[in-house]
């Protein structure tokens, strides 16, 4: 009778079977997740282009397939919580395979966006359940492994998408941004169905409440209506839409009638009070700051290359592989110091060079190219290595230091709240960062447009030496008015230059204020040298 209690223990079902080829398959999901949206994103010219869509149309696309990863981030915990992850994920592999594959067949916008819906739903199962099945399957010895590959997967496919985007473009099809996911997934399919074992439904404990999926529905359908509405607000200009109040004004209510149940009728899949420790809240401030920081290299230096300098995607990728392609060394590296050093000095160290990198971006002027990105680009690299690792870091630390790898529900929890608060961090960092750099140009255009007029000895002789450059190719009136229209495209060149070096700004101003919330998380009990020396039984 003592046997099964002593073996008890040891039968942990994602410890059963090579957990290493299900961390390996949760990892690839993860990135396919990342490349999928982030090469619509850099393609979605091209993809308007192929569908023949007008730009308003075409702003959907992306918005379908975010809003939908919105919607399940935090439905995925009810999902995980009922069906187990192996379920959830090969399921959800399967539809996300066929649907990459049907969408570019589609020539119409409604079935673009219905099949879009869909594969957003999938891929969004990805990610809540990539952390939580790392710490639950990985050795502890292994877990600052892990946390590596996890960083790595996902900065250098953020960074990559470019280069993979101007490639497809060039040597295959517009088709492959969607067939990439097609031919990667059934790796994933393979890998999670040998590494995660099959697992009986999970069974609620008598003495636990029934389990619920409305709750999730509401928190799940507001989150993606706030969601929609940040995503086109500076399209519809924001409040001035009735759009736009309906989407957030909805949002709202469904979020608070989610909690409002939740207190009411709690679920035992939900353990909010878990979420309520000052470090937890901190560390989503910080993901939050690091979403807002990656647009540097996102937003920022891309929109600069291509408006200012006219770079193609394709002359655009070299620039950014100076951050993707260290991240293989550079997160080794941040793993080895973690396991001498708190985390949250890591963390310190890497905004402080991502501020630092984002200052020497600041110096932008209208003549800078690729090369002249090098240094910043450098040290840019450096500091999202450190910061991004020391951040999964220290969110692993907590996870461990209130036991909740002991129970699903509370990883599930924390996993499901990261991947909402990351969600939210990098569309609402995206509308606060168009909208500025919008606002900054139009700033720095008037500002510069009151010392360019008619008359003046500078405007004047800058219009006489643009017409005499013009006056072989064109007589009279015309070379005057070329010389104008050029004169106003160099303003509108300069305004846009100075609000690019604005944002560089912007992103060195969130740094510091990162620092700031990072001085205030306590210090965790146990730390990675206590984890990497735990005996694997202990896992």
Known sequence: MTSPDAKAPEVDPTLTTHPFLGVAGVLLGAMIATCTGRLMNVGLADIRGALHLGIDEASWINTSFNASMMFIGPFSVYLGGVLGPRRVLLACAWIFTAVSFLIPFCHSLGAVITLLILAGLSAGTFYPLTLSFVLRSLPMRYVLLGIAMYATDIIFTTDMAQA??????????????????????????????????????????????????????????????????????????????????????SGVLLILAAFIRHLLLPNPLVNHQFLFRRNTLLLGLVLISFRFVMLATVVSIPSFLGSVRGFLPLQEAPVLIWVALPQFVLGIAAMALMRRIDPRLILTAGFGLVGVACLLDARVTAVWAGPNFGLPQVVMAVGLALAFNSMVGSIVLEVLDTGALTRPADVLTFAGFFQTVRLFGGESGSALMGHFIAVREEFHSNMLGLNVHLGDVLTDHRLFGLGHAFASHSTGPTAVGRAAEVLGLQVRQQSFTLAISDSFLLVAACCVACLVVVAFMSTVPTQYRQVVAAPVEAA
């Open 164 to 249: 993979w985007e101007s490639f497809f473009i060039e040597h295959l099809s517009w088709r492959w941004i969607f067939w990439n996911g097609t031919v990667l997934t059934p790796v994933m399919i393979v890998l999670i169905h040998f590494g995660i074992p099959r697992q009986p439904l999970p069974k609620p404990k008598p003495e636990q409440s029934p389990l619920s999926w409305r709750g999730f529905l509401y928190a799940s359908l507001g989150a993606a209506l706030l969601y929609i509405a940040l995503d086109q607000g500076q399209r519809l200009d924001w409040f001035h839409s009735s759009l736009i109040i309906g989407l957030a004004a």
